[in-house]
Nanobody, 121 residues
Framework: QVQLVDSGGGLVQAGESLRLSCAAS????????IGWFRQAPGKEREFVAV????????NYADSVKGRFTISKDNAKATVYLQMNSLKPEDTAVYYC??????????????WGQGTQVTVSS
């Protein structure tokens, strides 16, 4: 079992930055990945970024490439999502998740509780 606690959301203006954190505990498998997803009101949950615990390889959704950076601190068992140049369309509840997959929500077994990010224009 893996427990995830995500935090760091808030209300910012367009162009500003936020850093989200995802603290993992329990059985954290080196073969797992940590992904960030987001869900806006009335929309499906969508992939944002993912990082591998083992080799640090990363992937991003096209909509956030060049603005968001995912990173990890193995010693703290924490994954971060640095979000720069935020846009109103980035407004959503952001979730971190752990699993064996990459881009699909169905490939993730464990989820955080979500943290709200609101970007005003």
């Amino acid at each position: 079992q893996v427990q995830l606690v995500d935090s760091g959301g808030g209300l910012v203006q367009a162009g500003e930055s936020l850093r989200l954190s995802c603290a993992a505990s329990g059985r954290t498998f080196s073969s797992y990945v940590i992904g960030w997803f987001r869900q806006a009101p009335g929309k499906e949950r969508e992939f944002v970024a993912v990082i591998s615990w083992s080799d640090g390889s990363t992937n991003y959704a096209d909509s956030v490439k060049g603005r968001f950076t995912i990173s990890k601190d193995n010693a703290k068992a924490t994954v971060y999502l640095q979000m720069n140049s935020l846009k109103p369309e980035d407004t959503a509840v952001y979730y971190c998740a752990s699993g064996l997959g990459r881009y699909s929500t169905s490939q993730y077994q464990f989820w955080g509780q979500g943290t709200q990010v609101t970007v005003s224009s």
